[in-house]
């Protein structure tokens, strides 16, 4: 069984500009979360998806951070201007049915701002 | 809000030896605890996922236990190897008006030398 995707591994940008991360959970997963981490800190949740609804965003910056799961699967991420304190690691995780279930995790997406 | 810390940040022990990593969490409402292992430049994987029901989880050379009322749950693992290096990430799901989020420790780092 395949994992959870996550595009692209790595990247640098300059503050200001925008990028954005892709994830594809495991086939059949519900849920969808992204979580921020922070170098030395433990994984942020920033939004859970429930098919292709928000059920938590209340820890996504809105000002400059996006989300979207339009047909339920494949999920992207988008930060619009960065800037230098959103350098993390960005990782997506999907689990099979609510939040109760399994969380499982993919490889990340390592993003510096400078 | 619930909290999570661990205890020590970081460890570095000749192989052989056992050890004990050690979270806290200040709000005793779970819906479980689960420890996970981080490699440099990977994701998270799940080692033990202890319910709120249960006492502990063993998995080989790894043993969790869990005191809800406490607050604590510890993690042996025995017999230390250089392959064990990585980061251990605590991680309790929350129950009541929090349910189903994952809140995160920082971590123990831990370097396991031949």
């Known amino acids: 069984e395949a994992g959870v995707a996550q595009s692209p591994r790595y990247k640098i940008i300059e503050k200001r500009q925008s990028v954005a991360f892709w994830c594809n959970p495991i086939?059949?997963?519900?849920?969808l979360y992204w979580y921020q981490q922070i170098l030395g800190q433990g994984p942020k949740l920033l939004i859970q998806?429930?098919?292709?609804?928000?059920?938590?965003d209340s820890q996504l910056p809105k000002d400059r951070f996006s989300a979207e799961r339009l047909k339920g699967v494949d999920s992207t991420l988008k930060i619009q201007p960065a800037k230098l304190e959103d350098s993390a690691v960005y990782l997506c995780?999907?689990?099979?049915?609510?939040?109760?279930?399994?969380?499982?995790f993919g490889p990340g997406t390592r993003l510096t701002v400078t | 809000k619930q909290e999570v810390t661990q205890i020590p940040a970081a460890l570095s022990v000749p192989e052989g030896e056992n050890l004990v990593l050690n979270c806290s969490f200040t709000?005793?409402?779970?819906?479980?605890l689960q420890w996970f292992r981080q490699d440099p430049g990977k994701g998270l994987t799940s080692l033990l996922l202890?319910?709120?029901?249960?006492r502990e989880q063993t998995s080989g050379r790894l043993n969790a236990s869990l005191d809800k009322s406490s607050g604590r749950s510890t993690l042996y693992i025995a017999a230390s190897q250089p392959g064990d290096s990585a980061t251990y990430l605590c991680?309790?799901?929350?129950?009541?008006?929090?349910?189903?989020?994952?809140?995160f420790g920082r971590g123990t780092q831990l370097t396991v030398w031949p």
């Open positions: 709000d005793s409402a779970i819906y479980n």
């Open positions: 995780a999907s689990s099979l049915g609510s939040a109760l279930g399994e969380q499982y």
């Open positions: 086939s059949g997963h519900a849920t």
């Open positions: 202890i319910q709120s029901s249960q």
């Open positions: 991680a309790v799901k929350g129950g009541g008006s929090t349910l189903g989020r994952l809140y």
């Open positions: 998806f429930q098919n292709n609804g928000v059920v938590d």
